[in-house]
């Protein structure tokens, strides 16, 4: 039973119980007051539940209030609806005024000066521009100036009665907003200042909007539009060398050589085997000397790049027995000849059988020089014959 329903029946009862008009039809004294006692416990076990129901809502509003607090903050910026002011840079103007929320501004520099930055920067909802802080610097090496050959028209629009200007790729914006032109950019110049090498292998060759890079002659542009790679005249039969002469591929080019057998000496003297060897003949029985010439005579051509990292092998000797007949116990190594240039290199061995000629410091082409490796075979601590090779280095002026 609600409490409005409670009311009504009260109501009801005390209009009964007025017998002022009407004594016979009045209710016992006792049954009345008994009947108002029901109502009283009644009425207060609805204040209690209605108190009781108060306190659960206020606790539940308590708590709902403690959890919104701890919610993230909505980002005050979000709020905000415009951007610091911007001032023009330095040798250049500022188009622009208005700082609210989606409006642009717009840059330009004066004559003889380049814009680094963006040309146009837009107020965010954040607060801030768009794009870093536009200035105006000086034309480097880089711009290409006073030459009409590297010089275009910009392209030009009206956008919400603003004019907007823009250079096809290659080149940048230079000049007023009334009076603007694009200049060529040195993408060779450029790429230098900024990773601090050389665009291409060889030679960079700035053009109007572009570049290209150039080989030395001898050499072949490779598939990545910067490298050079040597045309091997020699494999590709595009050499001059007579017959009886050996076509050596060096660094840009080729050599024609025939190398010649030493003359005779203490009883020793020696024929060509081939176009780069040439063996001893046999000794006469007699002579002590002969047997401590070199047995054989090789000739090899090296074509090196300029610069050559070092360390760095060069070459190597081993020996070779006959079938049937056993080798040397053990070899010696070293460097015969070469004038000045023998600090460049170390002769050492690589393993029992193999001596490995060394590059130690590197050499600058273009030059040319030679030295003598030799290789002695001893048996049972005996010398039994040395093999003489001689090196010649073709160092080509370029590094690659």
Known sequence: MNLSVTFILLLSFLSLYDCNDAPQGCMDKQRVMGIL????????GQEIRFTEGLRIMKSKLTNLQNSVSKFPQADQSLSQSSCPPLVAPANGRKFGSKYLLGHEVHFTCSQGFRLVGPVTRVCQENGTWSGATASCKAPPEWSVMNDPAFSRKPRCAKVDRAQHCSCDAGFHMSGTSDNSICQDVNECEVYKADRGGPLCVHACVNVPGSYHCSCPTGYKLLADGRSCEDVDECLTQ???????????????GFQCVSP???PAHANASYVKTSPLQCERNPCPMESRSCPLAAKTISYHYLSLPSNLRTPATLFRMATASAPGRPGPDSLRFGIASGGDSRSLFVMQRSDRQTGELILVQPLRGPQELSVEVEMSEYAERSFQAKHLARVTLLVSPYEF
């Open 260 to 262: 010649e057998c030493p």
């Open 238 to 252: 595009q050499h001059n060398c007579s017959r009886g002469s050996t076509c050596i591929n060096t660094g840009g």
């Open 37 to 44: 006692r029901q109502m009283e416990k009644f009425l207060k």
